[in-house]
């Protein structure tokens, strides 16, 4: 069983900054896939950015040069760094990990980015 742990939600003013941390405990080992994603009230959950164990990342079009995605492999722990925020950018973050073609999902933190 894996368990995702989020945390660094919160509320910012357009254009300021937040630091999301993710925290994976249980069976991992290496070869997981973790990442971001977001859902704003009334759509779909979208991919945010996802990152390797190897380091390999990706990102959506919409927070490209604004949010950067690192990793610490030796504690199972991704972070988001979110900066320049925009209004748009508000949403329930989550945390992703897939493993052995299983996703696993962390239980979500606000994000609210105020205009």
């Known amino acids: 069983q894996v368990q995702l742990v989020e945390s660094g939600g919160g509320l910012v003013q357009a254009g300021g900054s937040l630091r999301l941390s993710c925290a994976a405990s249980g069976s991992i080992f290496s070869g997981n896939v973790m990442g971001w994603y977001r859902q704003a009230p009334g759509k779909q959950r979208e991919l945010v950015a996802r990152?390797?164990?190897?380091?390999?990342?990706n990102y959506a079009d919409s927070v490209k040069g604004r949010f950067t995605i690192s990793r610490d492999n030796a504690r199972y722990t991704v972070f988001l760094q979110m900066n320049s925020l925009k209004s748009e950018d508000t949403a329930v973050y989550f945390c992703n990990l897939v493993y052995r073609r299983i996703d696993y999902w962390g239980q979500g933190t606000q994000v609210t980015v105020s205009s």
């Open positions: 990152i390797t164990t190897g380091g390999a990342a």
